[in-house]
């Protein structure tokens, strides 16, 4: 429908998971265009002059506390002067009661969002009119993303990029130790190192990678993925040749797993090239315990797969050795709720065991070199969202 100049009203999340449907999108997983970033854009490029998601804690995965808490802050966004951007005026999220008011309000049938979530649902006008304003100011300053390169012998125009984000939340408020340092040190100090130790892996090998493995550790991930995302925008090494992304945010601490997560199920080959490493060292992949999240849309990979790149984004396992599986989930579901984007998410010695962290290391490291030397470029798999735009890119 054409909804330029309008302010449309979206659902959070996508039709599959709202209505329980697992023949409609993906299902219970998240798709690319059930996130919200994705929203605000597509509505951008459609012309709309506005764009509010309905909020729903189940869909979202969290409360509306957590968008009134993200949002009532200053925001970071990149550099856009002298660039035509397709945006919105104004975005934004209303509760699932105040989007009930405003149906209430248009006198509409106030089923209309359980019927969005159908095959075959037509949007249509609610008759309302908003009008709103706010005051901006706006602060410019500078950040760095940082890249280093081992020059392919064979292929040197031909790159795997492997990333971490080096940014952190800075200084915040105090949580209730009085503490407001945001060390961030699983997140993402952890997988920061773990691209040095990468790195000098690589330098180290006895034959040269016939490819150029690049390291590059992309800033203000915290924020918005910014760094990744501008370097997808203005890429150092063209994304055309780039073979493939390997991201790591936060390093395992539990000890040596017998599996290896990977997020983002099905979405390409990567995927099980990591399978068939972890098979030569007795391991095993699983998949994400919340799919409905949709965390393969949440670490800086998402940027390369936005430009077709074929991504890699693993997640440390919960089969640790010796421990039962509810042990591994525990730890996990602790973490999250304790010490994520919390100033404890502090190194702690009595309490981490790095050799998991090394193992995993190892399995990535195995897949990029396979890249650097094998005949063929891995590809994305037939149902993902990113598969076309890869298609087109290769043209
Ligand atoms: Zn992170």
Redesign the pocket.
Known sequence: MDVKGKIVLVLVNDPGFNAHDSTLFKGKTMTYYGRWTYKFEEAGRQGAKGCLIVHNTEAAAYPFTVVQNNWNSSQLRLDNRGKKEELCDVIGWVSGPAAKKLLEAAETDTTLFAKADQKGFKGQSLGLKLSTSMKVSTEYNKSYNVIGKITGSKHADETIVYTA?WDHLGIGKPDETGDSIYNGAL??ASATSGLLELARGFKSLKTKPERTIVFLSVTA??QGLWGSAYYAQNPVYPVNKTVANINM??LNWFGKTKDIVVVGKGQNELEDYLKEEAAKVNREISFELHPEAGSYYR?DHFNFAKVGVPALYTSSGTDIDGKDKEYGKHLKENYTSKNYHRPSDEYDPQVWKLDGAIADLQLLFQVGKRLAFEDKWPGWKENSEFKAIREKSLQ
Do not use: L, Q, R, T
Request: charged share 50%; glycine share 12%.
């Open positions: 984000h997140d993402n991930e915290e945010d936060g670490s």
